[in-house]
C-alpha cells in the first residue's frame, strides 16, 4: 500500500521513519528468520494502516476566523481562530507583514480555539489565512492536508502627525474658515478677547469705542476637498499627511472629500464616514492625480523624496514646517461598523 499516493493522505516525518523501520525489519528477517518481521514489521504496518483508514474516514475540520478590528499603528488586535472536528492536527498560520505578532504553529487535539493577539505596525491592507490543516491519524504516522479559504481582512490606518493648537492648519479650519460658514447678527461693545479682524472699524470710528462684528452661526454645510499624489515609495507620507488634515476638517464639522490616485471619496462626514476616508488612505498607494482636480482642491498634498508639500488655500507649506510629532492614539473613537 503506497500511503504517499492513497488519495490526500501523505506519510508525516515520524511515518517515514516507520517506513524504514518496517524495510530494515524485514531484511533482518529475511537474514535471521521471521521473528523480526513478527515483533516490528507487522505492528508497524498495521498501525499505519489503521492510522490511514483513520484520517480517511474522520469528517474534515472547518476553520473559523475572527473578523479583525481595523486600528492604528501601535494597537494591539486580538485574533480569534476556531477549528472544528477531531482528532488530531497540525495548524499553521502565518499574520501578515504589517503585523507585529504572532504565528500560529502547533499540533492540538480538535475541536480546538487560539486566542491570539497582533500588534499592528504598518498602514495597509492584509489578508489573514487561510490557515494550513494537517489531519493526523492516532500514533501522527500519517496525515491529510485540509483546504481551507476562511481568511480575514486587517485593515492598518496610517499613522497621523500632531498638530500645534494654533498651528497654520488648525487656523485654516477653526479661524479663517469660521467667518465664512457665520452671518452677521450685529455689532457690539468690543472686549478683550475678542479677534481684531473682527473690529468694524468704519463703525468704531464713528463713536467713542471699537464695536466688533457678532454672527449667528449657520448649518455647516462647506465642503473641503483634499486632493493627494505621492511618487513610488512616498504613499506612506501621502496619506499621513491626508489623514491628519481631514480629521482636523472632521473634527471642526466640514464634509470632507478625498482624492489620492485612482480612487476619490465623497464629501461626508460624522464616524462612518471618518472610517472610510481612514480605508481609503490605508490602501491608498503612489500616483498622480489631474491637475484640475489638484488645482481646485482646498488642500493638495505632493509626497517625493525631497519631502512632503501641502498647499492649503493659495500658500504652499512644507509639511515640517506645520506638524510638531506623531499622533498615537485616534482623536475619535472609529467604530467598525
Known sequence: MNLDRAGDIRLTRRGRIAIGAIVVAVILGWQFGARSLNAVAAPTLAALIVGALHVRRSAKPTVELSAIEAGFPGESRPVTVSISGSGIATVELELPYGTDEERVDATVTLPHTFDLETTLEHRGLYNVGPPTIRQRGPLGLVERKIDTTETSTLV???????????????????????????????????????????????????????????????????????????TPGHADEMARASATIAEVALDAGFDVEVAVPNEVLPPGQGTVHRRNMLGLLARAGS???????????????????????????????????LVTGEQQAPTVEVPTA
Open 156 to 230: 492598518v490606518y496610517p499613522k497621523r502627525y500632531r498638530l500645534a493648537s494654533d498651528g497654520v492648519i488648525s487656523r485654516f479650519f477653526t479661524d479663517e474658515l469660521e467667518t465664512e460658514r457665520q452671518e452677521f447678527d450685529r455689532l457690539r461693545e468690543y472686549t478683550p478677547g475678542d479677534p481684531l479682524r473682527h473690529i468694524h472699524w468704519k463703525s468704531s470710528a464713528k463713536h467713542d469705542e471699537f464695536l466688533v462684528m457678532e454672527f449667528a452661526p449657520t448649518q455647516r454645510t462647506e465642503t473641503v476637498t483634499i486632493a493627494a499624489a505621492a
Open 287 to 321: 500616483g498622480r492625480i489631474p491637475d484640475a482636480v489638484a488645482d481646485e482642491a482646498d488642500v493638495a498634498i505632493h509626497a517625493a523624496e525631497g519631502g512632503t508639500d501641502v498647499r492649503i488655500a493659495d500658500r504652499q507649506h512644507a509639511l515640517a514646517d
